[in-house]
């Protein structure tokens, strides 16, 4: 049974720093990987889409690496801002790229 | 908005209450989902529809009773719940055969009291 785990399950740092936030499952056969933000009470917003042939992806600040031999995956934020603070969530898919499995998710506080 | 649409955005509703939560897509996606998120614990999967047949129920009770017309709608029926039921229900739909991700609603909150 996949099992997905974040670290740290919380972060507090100073606006403008650089920041990676680390992912990682049990089984290696996942067909995707998607990073996703979650403000307070709000549902979740797809950040980045790793598919399984990817080695990351990039989005503005974010960029978002897979090592799927080794079950890791970071995502990477750099010069911090307020706005960043949320808590962020990666998800691994199966091999049929269907059900997503969720870890409990890194709470971000970006301080200005 | 994400081209996934849940309402309410908020429901109270008592234990011997029924009500419904739906969810509706327009993205061309075949597959809808429900899940569960409460404090402090991962978000867990209830449901899954792919065109329009249920292919995973995750041992949810059968208070929980979800239905799905068509690929585009999605409902959770909800009947006699119980306290710890108050949580946030998001909806989500994909494209699984695509490749592409997840697309999430914005949620219910619900509260049993």
């Known amino acids: 049974k996949q099992e997905v785990t974040q670290i740290p399950a919380a972060l507090s740092v100073p606006e403008g720093e650089n920041l990676v936030l680390n992912c990682s499952f049990t089984?290696?056969?996942?067909?995707?990987l998607q990073w996703f933000r979650q403000d307070p009470g709000k549902g979740l917003t797809s950040l980045l889409l790793?598919?399984?042939?990817?080695r990351e992806q990039t989005s503005g600040r974010l960029n978002a690496s897979l090592d799927k031999s080794s079950g890791r995956s970071t995502l990477y934020i750099a010069a911090s801002q307020p706005g960043d603070s949320a808590t962020y969530l990666c998800?691994?898919?199966?091999?049929?790229?269907?059900?997503?499995?969720f870890g409990p998710g890194t709470r971000l506080s970006v301080l200005p | 908005e994400t081209g996934v649409t849940q309402t309410p955005r908020h429901l109270v509703m008592g234990m011997t209450n029924k009500k419904s939560l739906k969810c509706e897509q327009h993205?061309?996606?075949?597959?809808m989902y429900w899940y569960k998120q409460s404090a402090k614990k991962p978000l867990e999967l209830m449901f899954v529809?792919?065109?329009?047949?249920?292919?995973e129920n995750n041992s949810v009770p059968s208070r929980f009773s979800p239905e799905c017309p068509n690929s585009s709608h999605l409902f959770l029926h909800l009947h006699t719940l119980q306290p710890e039921d108050s949580a946030l229900y998001l909806c989500?739909?994909?494209?699984?055969?695509?490749?592409?991700?997840?697309?999430f609603g914005s949620g219910t909150r619900l509260t049993v009291v």
């Open positions: 989500a739909s994909s494209q699984p055969e695509a490749g592409y991700g997840y697309t």
């Open positions: 089984d290696s056969a996942i067909y995707n």
């Open positions: 529809y792919n065109f329009k047949e249920q292919t």
């Open positions: 790793i598919q399984s042939s990817q």
């Open positions: 993205l061309g996606h075949n597959a």
């Open positions: 998800a691994v898919t199966d091999n049929y790229g269907q059900n997503f499995v």
